[in-house]
């Protein structure tokens, strides 16, 4: 979700508060939000006071709408005039379609478990600020809400925000049974239509406690409890998203080296391909390239997932450098070809 959207569900969470009769503190405010949204996102009180100046700012004159009450130490937070609210302030055809368009985004959320509050956001905003509603779709994500396993993407965020230990009922495709996995969750990621979830693995081997990071489908879990007496262990990485950078899909190895991948492509494929880049390292060598084919270059991790991509571009594409990955692919080539022998 966007920062935008996030504040947008802030300030009229805010706006609505403070038209009721009682003044709050920040605290209250805080935590009244988080309780409200079940911790989907939490906001912090920084970021309430941004929020709160600016709703002042809105204000006609230089007190600004926002009554300060000082109660000892405490400061607490409510309208002073009644009738204010935000929903009667003024927006230009541009605002009225920036907020029609972040709706839009929002929307694909709706369908989730524990998202349902947003579908009173929606309709509320729509309501009071007048928004123009299409009668027909006009455009589609490519995701599919009732793919098997997404009843637990919810959850998992949740249990990510606070940090839950979990043990998993997990039934990977090359086993008859399913395993119970102790598995402290850091990160969700969506690929090729399928939902991961990443985070530490541990267990026991021939008497060593073993501890590594795996992703696991959601499609493959079959239950999810709570390990409520078992500490939970930090994500080592500051931003679990950097070990994307140089994947394709989501299969990663901490000991694999980036490789310097080198694909010639025929001249007319290459236009899509490079609207639509294999990677956000792909680079063009134009110093070896003519009229008839494109050489670039990528700075991957080699694994399945680049593999079937290479593939499934048929023969417009061909593997120069690193020599495993070519060999690989050579491999594949083989054994689809003699199967229509």
Known sequence: MYDNEKRMIRLLFLDEIFSGRYAHTIDELVERFNNKYLNEFKVSKRTFYNDIQHIQDLGEDELGPIEKITDGKKVCYIYRDKSFT???I?????????LSDTLSNLSRFSGL???QWLDQIITRFKSEFKLKEEKNKIIEFEENLDLE????ISDLYRYILNKQ???IEYHSFNKDFANKLTFHPYFLKQFNNRWFAFGLNEYVQNGVHIQNTINIALDR???INILSDKKYIENPDANFSDRFDNIIGVTYNPDAMIENVKIRISNKRYPYIKTKPLHSTQTEKKEESNENFTIIQ????LNKELESLILSYGPDIEVLE???LRKRIKNDVTAMYEKYQ
């Open 113 to 115: 478990a524990d998202f």
């Open 298 to 301: 990528l700075n991957v991790q």
């Open 165 to 167: 230990p979990l043990v």
């Open 322 to 324: 690193p020599e495993l």
């Open 221 to 223: 879990i079959e239950e």
């Open 90 to 98: 003024e927006i230009s055809e541009k605002e009225r379609k920036q």
């Open 149 to 152: 396993g997404s009843q637990y």
């Open 86 to 88: 935000l929903r009667k």
